[in-house]
């Protein structure tokens, strides 16, 4: 199938037409997604890699003890933080790649700013949890010795807190002008620093879990910094100095972050709960490790889909500011069909090497049994893993999170988790149980936004974006004035 491209001006491309041939659509798209994509893949293993490494040295040079209280507080409070914060600065997607895409420079640094300011509030809201970890701790039923040591940890890595609401709104600032090369030279440099200095406060300084937390602390803000940094020196073209226009229609943005974050939110908690569901079966010990390393081995899967999720909400953001709904529209058919791919490819090779791969988390027999067990759930959940992530992305470039985090609740807390405990209680299905009725929670999840991508008008949704970039923008305060002179 043939066709042109229209043209808006002289040398200025506008949308796909009928577009020059599928494969040549296909082809341009790709390249276009995983120029964003690869480097924000990058980003992301860095970063998951510090946590990592952190529980390698405490294991090795603390003990078990300690281990274990560093994974509750990262488990419990890190994932939580992390959860909210992101949450509340993905509304940075929606509006800086929708007015980006629209030419609207200078509203790239009032948005981020804002952002700021909605961040900083979010981490006071978040403090008292930090501070009160310990009894909070004990009050879910954990172990006293585990909880005040994991307490102790989580208030001495309250700076870390404070670094995402600068990070994060700057990260979101830098990704939607595709400016994502930085963020991978960022995430290694800085790795390779919270390497150093692990090995510095730990092996030379004798620091222990101060050490722990100081080299945690000291990695997150030379991250925010070095992001900033580059946000001030070189991107001023998009209105990097402070304004007091920051403070304009605070409230909207703040709603707008609200819905992020409990679409986000919802999504990692919903995870989390299986691990807490299992706890109580009457093998808890094989449950939750077989459950383990199968997460162990989605999550890996999942840096790759986070890095296309977020080059999804690039892309559609960006064209739908353009005015391009063909070019939305198809940026989004072609994430959807070449992840979906991926997805199957993954299946097949845990096919193939899936004893293989088993193999590398466990010597135990009986660990390995299990997890074959759940071998064709893991199948299956890696090939909604390889579309979920995607529909999520789209979401938050058109600027559906409301409407989504209401999926999200009925999908996976309605019916997902009921669903599971059911299954694996009532039913005396165990870990399979569980983790089946939840992975059908995802499974319709993603079935509804399919189809709600499917009935999609993106002419429509264009002029939503443009109707909100001139209200955010105050183009509409503007005309208003004028309308009453």
């Known amino acids: 199938m043939k066709g042109a491209l229209l043209m808006k001006d002289e040398g200025e491309v506008e949308d796909y037409a009928l577009v020059k041939s599928l494969k040549e659509v296909f082809k341009e798209e790709i390249v276009k997604l995983w120029k964003i994509t690869a480097p924000l893949t990058i ?258 899967q999942s840096m790759i889909f986070s890095g296309v999720r977020y080059a999804v909400s690039v892309r559609v953001s960006n064209e739908l500011g353009l005015q391009h709904p063909r070019a939305a529209k198809f940026s989004v058919y072609v994430t959807i069909l070449q992840s979906l791919f991926i997805g199957l490819f993954c299946m097949f090779l845990l096919f193939v090497a899936g004893d293989k791969i088993i193999s590398i988390y466990t010597n135990s027999d009986e660990l390995h049994q299990a997890v074959a067990k759940l071998a064709w759930l893991l199948d299956l959940s890696m090939l909604l893993n390889s579309v979920q992530p995607v529909i999520s992305g789209v979401a938050v470039g058109v600027g559906w999170q409301g409407s989504v985090g209401y999926i999200n609740l009925a999908c996976f807390y309605l019916f997902g988790l009921p669903l599971g405990y059911i299954l694996g209680y009532v039913a005396d299905f165990g870990v399979m149980g569980i983790w089946g009725g939840m992975i059908a929670g995802t499974a319709l999840q993603t079935l509804i936004l399919v189809f709600l991508v499917y009935r999609t008008n993106w002419t429509t949704e264009v002029e939503e974006t443009n109707s909100r970039i001139r209200r955010w923008g105050g183009q509409d305060n503007k005309a208003d004035k004028m309308d009453d002179y």
């Open 43 to 300: 980003s992301l293993i860095c970063q998951y890699s510090s946590f990592y490494i952190n529980n390698i040295y405490v294991g090795k040079y603390l003990g078990n003890l300690h281990l274990s209280a560093v994974t509750v507080s990262f488990s419990v409070f890190g994932l939580f933080s992390v959860g909210v914060m992101l949450g509340m600065g993905s509304a940075l997607e929606t509006l800086c790649g929708q007015a980006y895409g629209a030419g609207q420079l200078k509203m790239l640094g009032t948005y981020m700013q804002r952002s700021w300011i909605v961040l900083l509030l979010s981490a006071l809201f978040l403090l008292p949890f930090y501070i009160l970890a310990a009894p909070i701790l004990k009050l879910l039923g954990q172990d006293h010795d585990i909880a005040n040591l994991a307490g102790t940890f989580t208030i001495l890595t309250i700076p870390q807190l404070f670094s995402l609401a600068i990070s994060h709104p700057a990260q979101k600032f830098l990704q939607a002008q595709s400016k994502v090369n930085v963020l991978a030279w960022i995430g290694f440099i800085t790795l390779i620093e919270h390497i150093f200095l692990l090995w510095l406060f730990i092996s030379v300084f004798d620091w222990g879990l101060v050490g722990v937390a100081s080299a945690f602390n000291v990695t997150s803000w030379v991250t925010a910094l070095a992001q900033l940094g580059y946000v001030l020196g070189w991107c001023k073209d998009a209105g990097s100095g402070f304004s007091w226009a920051a403070f304009n229609e605070i409230w909207a943005f703040l709603r707008l972050s609200v819905g992020s974050s409990v679409m986000i939110c919802l999504e990692t908690w919903y995870m989390m709960a299986i691990t807490l569901l299992a706890g109580h079966l009457n093998n808890a010990v094989l449950a939750v490790g077989s459950l383990s390393i199968c997460t162990n081995i989605t999550g890996i």
